[in-house]
């Protein structure tokens, strides 16, 4: 529900100061007024989407009458569908009475309902792999999925499109430390010593977890002090590039299909209380769907099928459709720099605040898990992180990077659909401690 590519409509707007930004870097406003908010809002109250809703009874009436797990897996998937689009709308709707602050946390949390609620159900049953499998799942959808259908629609009638190249290396650049910091517990145990003989060689569990709650810790800090960069030390660099995006804004073409996007753009579609319960409805009803998901995933979906696939590439997809296509849109709309610091912004919420909060989470509960991830899921994690940076890095992009984005993201969907099953079984320790 990423509403960080807003951008304001109104003339000569005054530059905010450094505490009026937001909880991740490069999203100058938030409301009613921006791209995200008014494409959420036209797609989220589609006919075709509205009639989904539908779904979300069929969904839970399936799971506690015990319907076949297949039927009871897909009819959940679909409801999520509705369901994020409530809770992304509900968020923006609330964004003009919350404040920056309480805004962005909220985006950053229950904007990655799918991936938190998902995470905290598959802890509690013991399935931490499961939330393994969605976060780099909704990672690789943002990175190659999302960001190539942006050049690619966006750019197939232009020579070239062009985006802030100082920010986007800096947030590309701390996307690839944190994806290594990510995988090192897999790489510490697939590759613990030269020493094969000794018992000190061996990784146990027990240093994996250590290990985890290091990284994660470290990994909450680095997001408070890259919010110190952001808002003080170097918050003149995100003034500069906020006041070129409200410059392009000015231009009464961009003004004029905004408009045709929404009309009654100053019109909101709740009002903060109704949005207010929109949104815990909405998490609830998304809370018993994910429990239902996550009890019925453990069954093949498809003959020869394994449980990575499912996981991997649907639940993300289609559980985060609704953002995906609000990105493009505006994307095609001429935001494309917004679009790109969106994806970038979208990935940071979940390895610098998501995933370490559900590790201590763990951690705090009892329940043993770390950020020990399949060695598969693992490598194309950090493979997709490094195409991601080096297409951006340059600030220019075309279709055919685009295209090259959408082919790698269809490969690692083949790959995943036709790799050896991942257990969902309770985390089996490596040596016990």
């Given at each position: 529900m990423?509403?960080?590519?807003?951008?304001?409509?109104?003339?000569?707007?005054?530059?905010?100061s450094p505490?009026?930004?937001?909880?991740?870097?490069?999203?100058p406003?938030?409301?009613?007024?921006?791209?995200?908010h008014?494409?959420?809002?036209r797609?989220?109250?589609?006919?075709?989407?509205?009639?989904?809703?539908g779904?979300?009874?069929?969904?839970?009436?399936?799971?506690?009458?015990?319907w076949?797990?297949?039927?009871?897996?897909?009819?959940?998937?679909?409801a999520?569908v509705?369901?994020?689009?409530l809770?992304?709308?509900?968020?923006?709707?609330?964004?003009?009475?919350?404040?920056p602050?309480l805004?962005?946390?909220?985006?950053a949390?229950?904007?990655?309902?799918?991936?938190?609620?998902?995470?905290?159900v598959?802890?509690?049953?013991?399935?931490?792999?499961i939330f393994h499998s969605?976060?780099?799942?909704?990672?690789?959808c943002?990175?190659?999925?999302?960001?190539?259908?942006c050049?690619?629609?966006?750019?197939?009638?232009?020579?070239?499109?062009t985006?802030?190249?100082?920010?986007?290396?800096?947030?590309?650049?701390?996307?690839?430390?944190?994806?290594?910091?990510?995988?090192?517990?897999?790489?510490?145990?697939?590759?613990p010593?030269?020493?094969?003989?000794?018992?000190?060689?061996?990784?146990?569990?027990?240093?994996?977890r250590?290990?985890?709650?290091?990284i994660?810790?470290?990994?909450?800090?680095?997001?408070?002090?890259f919010?110190l960069?952001?808002?003080?030390?170097?918050?003149?660099?995100?003034?500069?590039v906020?006041?070129?995006?409200?410059a392009?804004l000015?231009?009464p073409s961009?003004?004029?299909?905004?408009?045709e996007?929404?009309?009654?753009h100053?019109l909101g579609?709740?009002?903060?209380?109704?949005?207010?319960?929109?949104?815990?409805?909405?998490?609830?009803?998304?809370?018993?769907?994910?429990i239902?998901?996550v009890?019925?995933?453990n069954?093949s979906l498809?003959?020869?099928?394994?449980?990575?696939?499912?996981?991997?590439?649907?639940?993300?997809?289609?559980?985060n459709?609704?953002?995906?296509?609000?990105?493009?849109?505006?994307?095609?709309q001429?935001?494309v720099?917004?679009a790109?610091?969106?994806?970038?912004?979208?990935?940071?919420?979940?390895?610098?605040?998501?995933?370490?909060?559900?590790?201590?989470m763990?951690?705090?509960?009892?329940?043993?898990?770390s950020?020990?991830?399949d060695n598969f899921?693992?490598?194309?994690?950090?493979?997709a992180?490094?195409v991601?940076?080096?297409?951006?890095?340059?600030?220019?992009a075309?279709?055919?990077?685009?295209l090259?984005?959408?082919?790698?993201y269809?490969?690692t969907?083949?790959?995943?659909?036709?790799?050896?099953?991942i257990?969902t079984?309770?985390?089996?320790?490596?040596?016990?401690?």
């Open positions: 990423e509403d960080s590519s807003g951008l304001s409509a109104e003339p000569n707007p005054p530059t905010p505490t009026d930004r937001g909880f991740l870097p490069t999203e406003l938030h409301g009613r007024l921006n791209p995200f008014m494409a959420i809002v797609i989220g109250s589609h006919p075709f989407l509205r009639a989904l809703t779904l979300v009874l069929l969904g839970f009436v399936s799971g506690i009458l015990g076949p797990r297949q039927v009871v897996f897909w009819l959940n998937l679909g999520l509705p369901l994020m689009a809770i992304t709308i509900a968020i923006a709707e609330l964004s003009h009475t919350l404040g602050y805004h962005e946390l909220l985006k949390t229950l904007g990655n309902s799918v991936e938190l609620i998902v995470g905290i598959s802890a509690q049953m013991g399935q931490g792999r969605v976060v780099v799942g909704s990672i690789l943002y990175s190659l999925l999302v960001l190539g259908s050049f690619l629609i966006s750019g197939y009638d232009k020579e070239h499109l985006f802030d190249r100082t920010l986007t290396s800096i947030m590309s650049s701390l996307m690839i430390m944190v994806c290594i910091a990510l995988v090192l517990p897999g790489v510490m145990v697939t590759f010593s030269l020493d094969t003989i000794s018992i000190n060689a061996v990784v146990t569990s027990h240093e994996v250590l290990v985890s709650y290091g994660a810790i470290i990994l909450l800090m680095l997001l408070a002090t919010l960069f952001q808002l003080k030390t170097h918050a003149a660099l995100f003034h500069v906020e006041r070129t995006g409200r392009q000015d231009d961009i003004e004029g299909r905004m408009d996007l929404h009309p009654d100053h579609v709740f009002t903060p209380r109704l949005a207010g319960l929109a949104l815990l409805a909405g998490v609830a009803c998304l809370t018993v769907c994910v239902h998901l009890n019925s995933v069954v498809e003959r020869g099928t394994g449980t990575s696939f499912p996981i991997l590439v649907w639940v993300p997809l289609l559980g459709v609704t953002k995906y296509v609000t990105i493009v849109v505006i994307s095609r001429g935001h720099e917004a790109v610091r969106t994806i970038l912004n979208s990935v940071l919420r979940l390895t610098l605040l998501v995933t370490p909060a559900l590790v201590l763990g951690w705090s509960l009892g329940q043993s898990v950020l020990q991830m899921e693992a490598t194309m994690l950090f493979l992180a490094m991601m940076s080096h297409v951006i890095h340059e600030g220019r075309n279709y055919f990077d685009g090259m984005l959408c082919g790698t269809v490969i969907g083949v790959a995943f659909y036709v790799c050896p099953n257990s079984t309770k985390d089996v320790a490596i040596v016990n401690a």
